[in-house]
């Protein structure tokens, strides 16, 4: 049996998505190492070769990536990029327009690979179930979830309010942990008001590019109501008194 830390597991994976013919890649079975190799320059004879995954273990991937994408417009060009001849072209593309979905992409791909890797050496012989297993668990998918997009806002308008920031309150279906890609993310803003009026239209301004920076990211629609203190202490306002009676604070 071949010791399963001795290979490299990310360059296993490569070698199997590579599915250019002018190289053929090889597993020393005894120290784990993946080399390439041309028709020219054959490796030993006990070195395996490693076939490279088809096309359709390829899409399947990006057609299960696809479906978990939590930016809405993002998940929708993506559906379309996938659908007929051109698909890989157009997903890679696509993925361009969006930084966060695209760095998520390579996470997720890297973790099906690095899986696939393990699959081959089981399947080999090179390593037992039980090894495989443990790899296995070391790379899950990742999570494509938001559900850390209202703590990050939050922190955001922590930093450009500084003192005057009192409490971030989440509520709405994100607080109750209903919160979907269809669903805003509801935030009542309290800004300490002893000083000054609040003046909502004055702060959603001030907000806006925080705000938008975060629809961008992620495609989720932001909704804020900005307060002071003592209307959250006295609330006359029903959206108010719904938000403080389903608050999860966080800030």
């Known amino acids: 049996m071949l010791d399963p830390g001795r290979v490299d597991l990310a360059a296993l994976a490569d070698a199997l998505d590579d599915r250019s013919p002018e190289t053929h890649w090889y597993l020393d079975p005894v120290s784990g190492a993946v080399a390439g190799h041309s028709d020219d320059d054959k490796p030993p004879a006990d070195w395996l070769e490693i076939d490279s995954v088809t096309s359709r273990e390829s899409y399947r991937d990006m057609a299960d990536f696809t479906a978990g994408v939590q930016h809405r417009r993002a998940a929708s060009l993506l559906d379309r990029a996938i659908d007929g001849r051109g698909a890989f072209r157009r997903f890679k593309n696509t993925l361009f327009e969006f930084p966060e979905v695209r760095d998520q992409w390579y996470r997720f791909r890297d973790a099906r690979s690095r899986r696939r890797a393990v699959d081959w050496l089981a399947g080999t012989g090179l390593i037992t179930e039980a090894d495989a297993e443990q790899l296995r668990a070391r790379h899950p998918d990742p999570d494509p979830s938001n559900d850390d ?16 920031l009192r409490q971030v309150l989440l509520f709405g279906p994100w607080a109750s942990g209903e919160g979907t890609v269809e669903s805003a993310i509801d935030l009542l803003v309290v800004l300490d008001d002893h000083a000054t009026t609040i003046l909502p239209w004055e702060e959603l301004r ?7 920076q975060h629809t961008e990211r992620t495609g989720l629609t932001i909704s804020v109501l900005p307060v002071g203190q003592h209307e959250l202490a006295r609330p006359g306002d029903p959206t108010v008194i719904r938000a403080r009676a389903e608050a999860v604070r966080l800030r």
């Open 206 to 212: 001030a907000m806006d590019d925080v705000l938008w």
């Open 149 to 164: 997009v209202p703590a990050a806002v939050a922190a955001d308008l922590a930093a450009l309010y500084g003192p005057r």
